[in-house]
């Protein structure tokens, strides 16, 4: 049985952090700095806290290769999350605490279990558990685990960890969200979408255009209604980039800005569609700006948004 955290009919937002993932890819020049650190990754927090963010997440690389850093922007700044989410789980008082994605295949199932039950415990019953596959093969190699087994090892872990979690005697703390916390599966190609289906409670896409939402949501309900009908899923979009005004200084592509009502109305296309959870990405020139922009989609966009209901 799932287990479902969004509340039903609604459409709520959450955040992947700055700051504590380097990567050109995915973070923003002023992010990169040698000085900018834990103070603005805890300022950013707090402001997401406080905007009504329902969730903010971290990602998760152990050791990126020089031929990834290089090749790919990946850099070498990776915040360890399950360290960054406890003590951001102590500055903070609602929000959920989220790995975007965890990859599952680089830890013994147990000591994941173990992991995030104290996470959860300690934090108050707060915890998202995004699982994924991973992808960087030199990084797999770096740690001695099977690459092309990845799909397989990652859907023995989810079951390992959910069994870990049910057993009786429980190992102690045992999560505090009760039947268990959330489990989300990362990815957009087809065997994460059968994850998603077969085993999960939610999804989180990575890197799915717009465009391809309805298609890739239409396949996870085919699967899901082959293997366990009526279950309800937390259904995900990482939107484009947003920035709450007009463009006065290069935003770069994939921006949505302009009017609140404007946004709105982009946001709520994705609810219509059947998404209940939508991974915020705010425009921003440094930490001041960033927090502007959390507490503007707090208050004037978040509150307008709808979601369509049950998947």
């Known amino acids: 049985m799932t287990v479902n955290v969004v509340p039903q009919g609604a ?10 993932a380097k990567s050109v890819r995915t973070s923003a020049e002023w992010e990169r700095g040698p000085e900018i650190g834990t103070q603005e990754l805890v300022r950013a927090a707090i402001a997401c806290d406080d905007a009504g963010f329902f969730y903010i997440a971290v990602c998760d690389h152990v050791s990126v290769p020089q031929t990834a850093a290089v090749d790919i922007g990946m850099s070498y700044t990776w915040y360890e999350p399950v360290a960054t989410l406890s003590y951001l789980a102590g500055i903070t008082k609602n929000a959920r605490l989220m790995t975007n994605v965890y990859v ?28 994924g596959a991973g992808h960087l093969e030199a990084e797999f190699n770096s740690l ?8 397989s090892i990652t859907n023995d872990a989810i079951d390992q960890i959910i069994g870990a979690w049910a057993a009786t005697p429980a190992q102690l703390p045992a999560p505090l969200q009760s039947p268990r916390p959330p489990i989300w599966a990362g990815g957009s190609g087809t065997p994460a979408l059968r994850r998603v289906a077969e085993r999960c409670d939610g999804w989180i896409p990575q890197g799915t255009p717009r465009k391809d939402m309805a298609a890739s949501i239409a396949t996870i309900t085919a699967l899901r209604d082959a293997v366990r009908s009526g279950e309800r899923l ?21 921006t949505v800005s302009g009017s609140d009502d404007r946004i709105i109305a982009k946001c709520n ?9 939508l991974q915020i990405r705010l425009r921003a020139r440094d930490i001041e700006e960033f927090c502007d922009q959390a507490a503007a989609f707090g208050e004037r966009i978040g509150p307008h948004l709808v979601g369509k209901g049950s998947l």
């Open 11 to 20: 459409l709520v937002y959450g955040i992947q952090l700055p700051v504590q």
């Open 104 to 131: 599952a295949a680089y830890r013994h199932p147990l000591l994941t279990a173990k992991t995030f039950a104290t996470l959860d415990a300690l934090s108050g019953g707060r915890l998202i558990l995004g699982i």
């Open 144 to 151: 001695g685990v099977d690459f092309l087994a990845r799909g």
């Open 234 to 254: 937390d259904i995900g979009y990482i939107h484009e980039y947003i920035y709450i005004g007009d463009e006065t200084w290069d935003f770069g592509d994939y």
């Open 269 to 277: 296309e994705m609810g219509a569609m059947g998404v209940n959870h």
